[in-house]
């Protein structure tokens, strides 16, 4: 169990001075200026058809298309230059960063704001006389957020065209809220400022919900909640984002060799690293290792028709709404995949589902795995979930094995 308000309680009242302190050293004259380390100068602009956000871009748009990271501030701040370095040094290595709010904007954020960064870039790569017509990367997006801006992206993980997560001094605030871990499908990373951080146990709490399989990664540099966005370019944390959004968002494998085994470039350095599912070559690794080739001494194994059983049960319910898990187990042969059929009660939809792939909302739906989760040893479980209105009482499930 959590212990997340007393947590929280001080994080919501340590979180005004240190977004003080960043908005007025990195925010303002320094962040206005054209710069970062990469090879592509980087500023920022605004939009009439995106209010109330800040665009970080190359000055001049290189050849290559721009792989997409959208970006929820500290404290929810409406000051887009919040974290304007940190931003700027990431558009220069050829991104487009998109920042909740506009510049020296006051006021709070939302998670739709991250939605709506995605829309208009979608729209404008696909737009005729934008600057950006067919210059942006739209099959790479990456949503991330610094403090409360990673609750907001934890809120739109689950969206289908994000390509992976980042997690900045950040972790969940309530058990409640846990479906959203159960939900991700994409890889995630998490950067924390250490055992200074308010974040921590949050951040570690977190790590340890995520569902297996999940390729993640975490990083946790000592400098406290404040991280190092101010400094010039970002800081510490400026340069080891820009490298995860390369090998994620471009493929990079000399980047992703920085988070990726044993001798990782940021194994055995001032940061302290932990690795689940990572390979530089396949995001998503299966849940179990492929099966062996028996030795030629030992009989093939027996063949039989692959079953597998689906249990429900309602995790939560609340007036109007409710999460749900069901359990996958395979029978007495392996799996290659399956698919649960469920049947929701009068009244209930399927709002957000994680870890299956659904067809439909309401009444009869059916449920297949993911790539990473369908591959299932004999007598071997998984599990998928989600949150759906009305009442979750009296769902039945059945399961197809392939």
């Not at 801006?149 to 980042?166: C, K, M, Q």
């Not at 939809?349 to 309401?362: A, E, H």
């Not at 297949?368 to 599990?383: D, F, I, M, P, V």
């Amino acid at each position: 169990m959590r212990r997340r308000s007393k947590i929280y309680a001080g994080l919501a009242a340590a979180i005004v001075p240190v977004t003080s302190v960043i908005m007025a050293l990195g925010g303002t004259p320094a962040s206005a200026a054209i710069g970062g380390s990469g090879p592509y100068p980087a500023d920022y602009e605004t939009s009439a058809t995106l209010a109330n956000h800040t665009i970080f871009r190359p000055q001049t748009l290189p050849s290559e298309r721009l792989p997409i990271v959208v970006w929820g501030n500290g404290a929810c701040s409406a000051n887009g230059l919040s974290q304007g370095n940190f931003l700027r040094e990431i558009a220069s290595h050829g991104f487009l960063a998109i920042a909740n709010g506009a510049p020296n904007g006051s006021g709070s954020t939302n998670a739709q704001m991250l939605t709506q960064s995605i829309d208009w870039a979608v729209a404008e790569n696909s737009r005729q006389g934008s600057k950006y017509y067919n210059k942006l990367d739209t099959s790479k997006v990456a949503v991330a957020g610094f403090s409360c801006g990673g609750l907001e992206a934890y809120a739109v993980s689950n969206d289908p065209r994000v390509t992976t997560t980042g997690i900045f001094s950040s972790g969940l605030l309530n058990d409640a809220d846990d479906y959203q871990l159960r939900r991700l499908t994409k890889p995630i990373a998490y950067f924390i400022g250490g055992p200074s951080d308010i974040a921590y146990p949050n951040a570690i709490d977190d790590w340890g919900k995520l569902p297996a399989g999940l390729p993640a990664f975490m990083g946790n540099l000592n400098v406290g909640h404040g991280g190092t966005y101010d400094q010039p370019n970002g800081g510490e944390f400026g340069r080891v984002a820009t490298l995860y959004f390369k090998w994620r968002l471009k493929g990079d494998t000399t980047a992703g060799r920085n988070f990726v085994g044993a001798s990782c470039g940021l194994c055995g350095s001032q940061w302290s690293v932990q690795q689940k599912n990572l390979t530089l070559d396949d995001d998503t690794p299966p849940t179990t290792p492929p099966p062996t080739t028996p030795p030629p001494t030992t009989p093939p194994p027996t063949g039989g028709t692959p079953t597998c059983t689906a249990v429900y049960a309602v995790q939560d319910q609340w007036n109007g709404g409710f999460v749900a898990n069901v359990s996958v187990t395979a029978g007495t042969t392996a799996l290659t995949g399956w698919r649960v059929t469920l049947t929701l009660p009068s009244g209930a939809s399927v709002s957000s589902l994680w870890n299956g792939v659904s067809s439909g909302t309401s009444g009869t739906i059916t449920v297949a795995n993911q790539s990473y989760n369908g591959r299932l040893a004999a007598g071997q479980a998984t599990s998928f979930g989600f949150q759906g209105t009305g009442s979750g009482s009296g769902a039945t499930a059945s399961c197809a094995g392939s």
